[in-house]
């Protein structure tokens, strides 16, 4: 479902402009579910250097929280109201994929009713299929080391993923 050369994100109005190549769009992760993600190739070396998988926790918080307040290369502090660019982001020596899950959080697509009843095993059902559609849209990552990673309930989809 992802395309990556549909997926290259422009510049966001009165911001500052990406360091690197950054994309967004939807990974498939069933038949009728899928999870957006963002994509922040490293500002070093994006052949080499690893891949972060984040998530932000909640359940229900979207990880464009963790891309625009947090680690992210442009981000707005708490209590501004404009974009500026992130002094030490996390893609700064690494690749950083943004994922918004479950299904239903964020920009992330739940078709039918019964796509919102989730549970941590489900979602990392849907989270390791969404990565399988981002591989296969990304092959040039496949020998990158990855790690997972998050925060607040994120700490409980880590492990499920890697798992």
């Not at 080499?48 to 984040?54: A, G, S």
């Not at 992330?108 to 296969?136: C, K, P, Y």
Request: glycine letters at 8%; proline letters at 7%.
């Amino acid at each position: 479902m992802a395309a990556k050369s549909t997926d290259l994100a422009g510049n966001l109005p009165d911001a500052p402009a990406w360091a690197t190549k950054t994309y967004s769009g939807y990974l498939k992760a069933t038949e009728t579910k899928s999870l957006h993600y963002a994509f922040a190739e490293s500002m070093d070396s994006p052949e080499t250097d690893p891949i972060i998988i984040w998530f932000n926790g909640g359940p229900g918080c979207s990880s464009m929280l963790g891309m625009m307040q947090e680690l992210g290369p442009i981000v707005m502090d708490d209590g501004e109201d404009f974009f500026k660019t992130n002094p030490h982001p996390w893609n700064e020596r690494a690749n950083v994929l943004f994922l918004e899950s479950p299904a239903g959080v964020g920009w992330s697509v739940a078709g039918t009713d019964s796509d919102l009843d989730t549970n941590d095993m489900i979602q990392s059902e849907d989270a390791i299929n969404a990565l399988r559609d981002w591989f296969s849209e990304f092959p040039e990552y496949l020998t990158n080391k990855l790690f997972v990673s998050g925060e607040s309930y994120g700490g409980i989809y880590v492990p499920y993923l890697a798992w």
